[in-house]
C-alpha cells in the first residue's frame, strides 16, 4: 500500500522515549527508592554510636 | 484521551496559560516548602534529634535504675521522682506498662532527656503540649527539652504496646519557684542530691534503710500490685504487714503464720512456697533483687504500721 | 476467545473479564469485613458506649487495619489493573492461568491472616511492630497474599508488553493504563519492600532468626505501609480521567502535563514513607528532610499539576458542550445525577482539602511532633484512602456494573445519593479524628481516661462534642456503605441482565467536540478552584506552624 508508507523515521524525542518506556521507568522508580530511602536508611542505623562511656561510669561508678 | 489513545500530536500541543501559571505557582510552592523545613533547623525552636546511641535493654536498665537510685528524692504513686539538675543527662524508661522516673523541672532549663524502652516500642506523648515522639528499645533517643510554661503534664503512651497500654500514662511538674512544689504534695521531698556525693556511707541507719528500701520498692515494680494505703486488690498491702499473723497455703495446706524478716526474704525469692490464702489467681513472678536491697525493703515495711 | 461490547466497542477477552469479576466481589467482600469492624471500633472509641473490651478493641483495630488498607485496595486495584491492560487495550489477558494462581494465593492469604487475628494470635496492629509478634501463620498469610499481588502485577506488564508488540492500541498507551502502570511501578516498590521485611520477621517467629531490629524493621515495614497507600493515589487520578471521559467526554487538556505527573510519582513519591519516622530515634534529620520533602515535594507538584489537569478536564469538556457561561456553569449543569460522576468530584473535592493538606503539613520533619501518633494521623488518611480512593471506586463501580457484570443497578435511586452520604460521613469523621489529636488525644489507645494507671489526663473538654462528632459521621460513612454493597450484591447477583445500550442507567458521554481557537484560559473555573484550596493549604500550615512553635523547645 504505498500511500501508507512510512515517513522518514523521526527522531523520537529523548523524554517521549523515557515516557513510554515503562520498563526503564520501573527500574528507575525502584532504584531511586532504594538508594535514597532504604540503602541510604539502613546505612545510617547501622552506624550509630554507643552510649558514651564518661556517662556511663557517672552512674555506675 | 483517558480511553483511548491520545490525538495526534498530543506531545507537541502547547501547555494552556493558566494549567502553565498554576504549575509555576506549585512548583514555587513546593520549594518554599523545601526551604521553610530547612530554615527551620536553623531558626526553629523546635526540631527532632538527631542524636542516637545504640544501646541494649540490659544497659539501658541498669543505667537507668542507677539514675534513679542517685537522684530520686522521693516517690509519687509508687513511682520514683527525680529533680535534675539544669543542663544535666536525665534517664526515662519506658516499659509495659509504666514510665519512670516522674520528673521535677524548672522552667526555662534545659534537660538532655536519654529515651529507650524495656521492651517494645512506646510512644512518648507530653500533654497538653502535645509533643509526640517514638520510643524504641535498643536506642536511646537523646532529646533535649526545655519546658517554656510551668504545670503539671502527663506523659501517654501512644504506641500500641500490648493489653495495658492505654494504663500506661506518667508525670513531669514544670516549677518556677519552690512554692509551686506545693501544688504537687512535694515539697517534703529531699533537696535534690549532690551529685558528687554518691558514696554510700559505711552502714545505714534504720531511717536510711527504711529510705532505701522505699527506692527499691518503687524502682523494682512492687509498686504495681502491693499497695501501701491499705488496698489489697492484686496482692496483700504492705500497711501493717510487718508482724501480722496471715493464713498461707504451702504444699496444698492451709498454714498460719507470722509476717517476719525470714518470711519476706522467703516471699521475696521463692514466692511460689507460700501463697496467701485469697491471692491464688495473682501469682508472684520472681523479682531480681539482691540481698542487700531485701533488708532495705524489709526496714521499709517495718514503717508501714497501721 | 472475546466478546465485543455492545456498548464501549471493545474487545473483551472473556478470561481477563472473569478474573476481573472474581477480584472485584473479593474487593467488596474485604471493604464489608473491614466496615464492621469500623463501626465496633467507632462506638468504643466513643465512651460513652465503649462497646468492646480492651482486647477485642486492640485486636480488631489490627482487623479492619489489614482488610481496609491492603485487601480491600488491592483487591480493586488487581481488577483495575487487569482492565487497563486487556479491555482498555483491546488485546487478551497473557496467561489467565497464572492469573488464577496469583489470586487463590491472594484469597488464601486474606484467609489465613484474618483467621489469626480473630483468634488472637495477632494482636500487633497492622504494622506489627517488632518486638510485638504474631504467629507465623499470619505472616506467612500475608506473604501468601503479597505473592499473588506480585505476580498479578507482573501479568499486568506482560499484557502490557503484548498489547505493544501486537499493536492493538496505536502509538501510546492511554491514559488511563498509562496511570494504571504508575500504580503496577509503584506496587512492585510495595510489595518488593514487603517481601524484604516480611520473610525475616516470619523466620523471626518461628524461631529461625534470633532478632529483628526493631528500628530496622519499621524503616523497611514503611517502605510497603506508604507506598501500598501510593499505589492508591496512581490508580484513583487515573479513574478520575476515566470518569471525566466516560461522563462529559473529557480528556487531559494537556497529555504531556498529566503523564509528567505520573512519571514525577513513579520517581519519587515511595520516597515519602520517610514521614513515618521523622520522630524516630536512628536516622538523621538530613535523611528525614530529604526524603519526606525535597524529593517528596515534586511528588507533590505532580499531585498538584493533577489538582488542575482533572478538575480541568472536565470543565474543558462541559464548555465545549456549551456550558459556557460565566465560572462555574460547567459544573452546575454536569451530570450530577450521574453517581460515578458525583462521586468522583467529591473524592476530588475530598482528597484535596481534607487528605492532601494535612498529608503534606503533617507529613514535614517539625510539625509532625504535634501528630505523631494522635488520632489526627488516621483522621487525615481517611482524608485519603477513604474519601479520595475508597470513594472513587465506589464511584467507578456504578459503571462496572453494567460494563463488566453485564447487570442493570438495584435501587438506582439509593444510588444516586448514596456518594453524598458517603462524603458527609467520612468528611465528619475524618475532621473530628484530626481536630482530637491535635488536642493529643492518642490513637489505638482504649481508655482515655487511663483508668489503671498511677495517674490520669482529662484531656481539653472540647473532645467531648468532637467525639459525638466522630461517632456521627461514622454511623452515616457506616450506613453508606452498607448500602452500597447491598447495591452491589443485589446488582451483580439478582440484577436484570444488560442486553445493549438501551439499558445503560449511566450515560457514557461521546467525546467532546474539539476546541474552537481562543484566546484567554482555557479553564478559569478550575484556576480560582485551585487558588481556594491554596488559601485553605496556607491558613492550616501556619495554624500549625503556630501551634508547633508554642510547644516546649526541643532538639
Redesign the interface.
Same mark, same amino acid.
Given at each position: 500500500m504505498d500511500n501508507e508508507l512510512q515517513k522518514p523515521e523521526e527522531r523520537v524525542p529523548f523524554y517521549r522515549m523515557i515516557m513510554d518506556d515503562f520498563m526503564l521507568l520501573l527500574f528507575l522508580g525502584v532504584t531511586i527508592y532504594a538508594i535514597f530511602y532504604l540503602l541510604w536508611g539502613v546505612m545510617e542505623l547501622s552506624n550509630l554510636p554507643a552510649i558514651p562511656e564518661e556517662l556511663k561510669d557517672s552512674l555506675l561508678k | 484521551?483517558?480511553?483511548?489513545? +491520545?490525538?495526534e500530536g %498530543?506531545?507537541y500541543?502547547k501547555?494552556? /496559560?493558566? @494549567?502553565k501559571? %498554576?504549575?509555576v *505557582?506549585? #512548583?514555587v510552592?513546593?520549594?518554599m #516548602?523545601?526551604i %521553610?523545613?530547612?530554615m527551620?533547623?536553623v531558626y526553629? &525552636?523546635?526540631? +527532632?534529634?538527631?542524636t542516637? $546511641? /545504640?544501646?541494649s535493654t540490659a !544497659?539501658f536498665s /541498669? #543505667?537507668s535504675e542507677? $539514675?534513679i537510685k542517685?537522684n530520686m528524692v522521693g516517690t509519687?504513686?509508687?513511682?520514683p521522682v527525680v529533680r535534675p539538675q539544669p543542663n544535666s543527662?536525665v534517664?526515662i524508661l519506658a516499659e509495659m %506498662? &509504666?514510665w519512670s522516673p516522674v520528673l521535677i523541672l524548672q522552667k526555662d532549663q534545659?534537660y538532655k532527656m536519654?529515651i529507650s524502652s524495656r521492651?517494645? #516500642?512506646h510512644?512518648f506523648? *507530653?500533654? =497538653?503540649?502535645?509533643?509526640?515522639?517514638?520510643v $524504641? =528499645?535498643?536506642?536511646?533517643?537523646v532529646? @533535649?527539652? /526545655? +519546658?517554656? !510554661?510551668a504545670g503539671e503534664y502527663?506523659v501517654?503512651?501512644? @504506641?500500641?504496646?500490648? *493489653?495495658?497500654?492505654?494504663?500506661? *500514662?506518667?508525670?513531669m511538674v514544670v516549677i518556677e519557684k519552690e512554692e509551686d512544689l506545693k501544688l504537687y504534695g512535694y515539697e517534703n521531698f529531699k533537696k535534690a542530691p549532690d551529685?558528687k556525693s554518691t558514696k554510700k556511707p559505711e552502714s545505714l541507719s534504720e531511717t536510711e534503710m527504711a529510705l532505701q528500701g522505699e527506692q527499691v520498692y518503687a524502682l523494682k515494680g512492687c509498686a504495681a500490685c502491693h499497695k501501701t494505703d491499705g488496698t489489697s486488690q492484686l496482692a496483700p498491702t504492705w500497711k501493717g504487714l510487718y508482724g501480722k499473723e496471715e493464713k498461707v497455703t504451702e504444699n496444698g495446706k492451709a498454714v498460719s503464720i507470722k509476717v517476719d524478716d525470714a518470711y519476706i526474704k522467703e516471699s521475696i525469692k521463692n514466692p511460689q512456697q507460700k501463697i496467701t490464702v485469697g491471692f491464688e489467681n495473682t501469682p508472684m513472678p520472681v523479682f531480681p533483687v539482691s540481698d542487700e536491697e531485701i533488708d532495705q525493703l524489709i526496714a521499709y515495711i517495718k514503717t508501714l504500721k497501721n | 476467545m472475546f466478546r465485543t461490547c455492545d456498548i464501549t466497542g471493545f474487545k473483551v477477552d472473556l478470561q481477563s473479564e472473569k478474573l476481573i469479576r472474581y477480584n472485584a466481589v473479593f474487593a467488596v467482600i474485604s471493604l464489608l469485613l473491614a466496615v464492621v469492624a469500623a463501626i465496633l471500633l467507632v462506638f468504643t472509641r466513643y465512651q460513652p458506649v465503649h462497646l468492646l473490651g480492651a482486647e477485642w478493641y486492640y485486636r480488631l483495630v489490627t482487623f479492619h487495619g489489614l482488610n481496609a488498607l491492603i485487601f480491600w485496595i488491592i483487591f480493586f486495584e488487581i481488577a483495575g489493573l487487569y482492565f487497563g491492560s486487556t479491555v482498555i487495550l483491546n488485546t487478551r489477558f497473557c496467561a489467565p492461568k497464572l492469573g488464577w494462581v496469583a489470586f487463590a494465593l491472594m484469597v488464601l492469604g486474606l484467609v489465613m491472616s484474618n483467621t489469626l487475628i480473630l483468634m488472637g494470635k495477632a494482636d500487633v496492629m497492622l504494622t506489627s511492630y517488632t518486638p510485638l509478634k504474631a504467629h507465623p501463620l499470619y505472616y506467612l498469610g500475608i506473604i501468601l497474599f503479597a505473592v499473588g499481588a506480585l505476580l498479578a502485577v507482573i501479568l499486568f506488564f506482560g499484557n502490557l508488553m503484548i498489547a505493544r508488540r501486537e499493536k492493538t492500541y496505536g502509538d501510546t498507551l492511554p491514559l488511563f493504563t498509562y496511570g494504571m502502570m504508575t500504580a503496577a511501578i509503584i506496587a512492585v516498590i510495595t510489595l518488593a519492600s514487603g517481601a524484604l521485611i516480611y520473610i525475616p520477621t516470619f523466620l523471626w517467629s518461628v524461631g529461625l532468626v534470633q532478632n529483628v531490629d526493631p528500628a530496622m524493621y519499621k524503616l523497611i515495614w514503611w517502605g510497603l505501609g506508604h507506598s501500598s497507600q501510593q499505589i492508591n493515589v496512581a490508580a484513583m487520578v487515573s479513574i478520575w480521567y476515566l470518569v471525566s471521559f466516560l461522563t462529559v467526554g473529557g480528556t487531559s487538556i494537556n497529555e504531556k502535563v498529566s503523564r509528567t505527573a505520573f512519571v514525577l510519582y513513579i520517581l519519587f513519591i515511595c520516597l515519602a514513607s520517610a514521614h513515618h519516622l521523622l520522630t524516630d530515634p536512628g536516622v538523621s534529620s538530613a535523611w528525614k528532610v530529604w526524603n519526606t520533602s525535597y524529593a517528596m515535594y515534586l511528588a507533590v507538584l505532580a499531585s498538584m499539576i493533577h489538582a488542575f489537569a482533572v478538575p480541568s478536564s472536565f470543565e474543558s469538556a462541559q464548555r465545549r458542550w456549551g456550558y459556557n457561561k460565566g465560572l462555574f456553569q460547567w459544573l452546575s449543569k454536569a451530570p450530577w445525577g450521574n453517581p460515578a460522576f458525583s462521586a468522583i468530584i467529591l473524592a476530588i473535592i475530598g482528597f484535596g482539602f481534607i487528605g492532601g493538606t494535612t498529608g503534606v503539613i503533617f507529613g514535614m520533619e517539625q510539625t509532625n511532633i504535634i501528630v505523631h501518633n494522635t488520632i489526627a494521623i488516621p483522621g487525615h488518611f481517611k482524608g485519603t484512602v477513604v474519601i479520595g480512593t475508597t470513594l472513587t471506586f465506589m464511584g467507578i463501580t456504578y459503571y462496572l456494573i453494567p460494563l463488566i457484570f453485564r447487570r442493570k443497578i438495584v435501587g438506582f435511586g439509593w444510588a444516586k445519593w448514596q456518594p453524598w452520604l458517603f462524603f458527609i460521613g467520612i468528611a465528619l469523621l475524618s475532621i473530628s479524628m484530626i481536630v482530637l489529636g491535635q488536642m493529643g488525644v492518642p490513637r489505638r489507645h482504649w481508655d482515655n481516661t487511663f483508668s489503671g494507671g498511677p495517674f490520669t489526663y482529662n484531656f481539653n473538654p472540647a473532645v467531648d462534642f468532637f467525639w459525638v462528632l466522630m461517632m456521627l459521621g461514622g454511623v452515616i460513612a457506616f450506613l453508606s456503605t452498607i448500602i452500597w454493597i447491598f447495591i452491589v450484591v443485589f446488582s451483580v447477583f439478582f440484577g436484570p441482565k444488560v442486553n445493549g445500550p438501551q439499558d445503560m442507567q449511566l450515560t457514557i458521554s461521546p467525546l467532546a467536540p474539539p476546541a474552537k481557537p481562543h484566546k484567554g484560559f482555557e479553564a478559569p473555573g478550575t484556576l480560582v478552584l485551585t487558588f481556594i484550596f491554596l488559601l485553605v493549604f496556607l491558613a492550616l500550615f501556619f495554624l500549625n506552624w503556630k501551634w508547633l512553635a508554642a510547644t516546649w523547645y526541643v532538639k
Open positions: - | 484521551m483517558s480511553l483511548l489513545s +491520545p490525538a %498530543w506531545y500541543k501547555v494552556s /496559560k493558566d @494549567e501559571m %498554576w504549575m *505557582i506549585a #512548583l510552592l513546593c520549594i #516548602l523545601f %521553610w523545613m530547612v527551620w533547623h526553629g &525552636r523546635q526540631n +527532632p534529634s538527631s542516637t $546511641y /545504640k544501646t !544497659e /541498669k #543505667l542507677a $539514675y542517685q509519687d504513686k509508687g513511682i543527662d534517664f %506498662w &509504666r534545659a536519654h521492651d517494645v #516500642l510512644g506523648s *507530653i500533654q =497538653p503540649v502535645n509533643m509526640n515522639f517514638q $524504641y =528499645p535498643q536506642y536511646d533517643y532529646l @533535649e527539652f /526545655k +519546658p517554656t !510554661e502527663k501517654i503512651c501512644n @504506641e500500641f504496646c500490648g *493489653i495495658g497500654h492505654h494504663t500506661m *500514662i506518667g508525670k551529685l | -
